[in-house]
Nanobody
């Protein structure tokens, strides 16, 4: 049974950088397509970034492309989300997700694609 766990959230000031990490309990992070999403109170879950299982292709939401970077660290068996130039609009609970079936990057921006989700880690951005 796969379980995911996010870490690295916390309180930062606007303009700061923060890196979130996602670990898997079964296998390696290379076994799964991995995605990052966030959800702020009163808002729908928002896609941020994803990385393919079949290769290292990545996709990003336009709102974060150029500021956020998703990557795998196979040595540490984690997937990270490096976030730069954070602003108060980035405050949310951040979730990682994993999928075993999808090929390429097709539909990885859709939350219903993923079979497994972590419990989330909170990011608070002060101005």
């Amino acid at each position: 049974q796969l379980q995911l766990e996010e870490s690295g959230g916390g309180l930062v000031q606007a303009g700061d950088s923060l890196t979130l990490f996602c670990s898997v309990s079964v296998g390696t992070v290379s076994d799964y397509a991995m995605g990052w999403f966030r959800q702020a109170p009163g808002k729908e879950r928002e896609f941020l970034a994803a990385i393919s299982r079949t290769d290292e292709s990545t996709i990003y939401a336009l709102s974060v492309e150029g500021r956020f970077t998703i990557s795998r660290d196979n040595a540490k068996n984690t997937v990270s989300l490096q976030m730069n130039r954070l602003n108060p609009g980035d405050a949310a609970t951040y979730y990682c997700a994993a999928d075993l079936r999808m090929l390429g990057t097709t539909a990885l921006d859709i939350s219903s694609t993923y079979d497994f989700w972590g419990p989330g880690t909170q990011v608070v951005v002060s101005s």
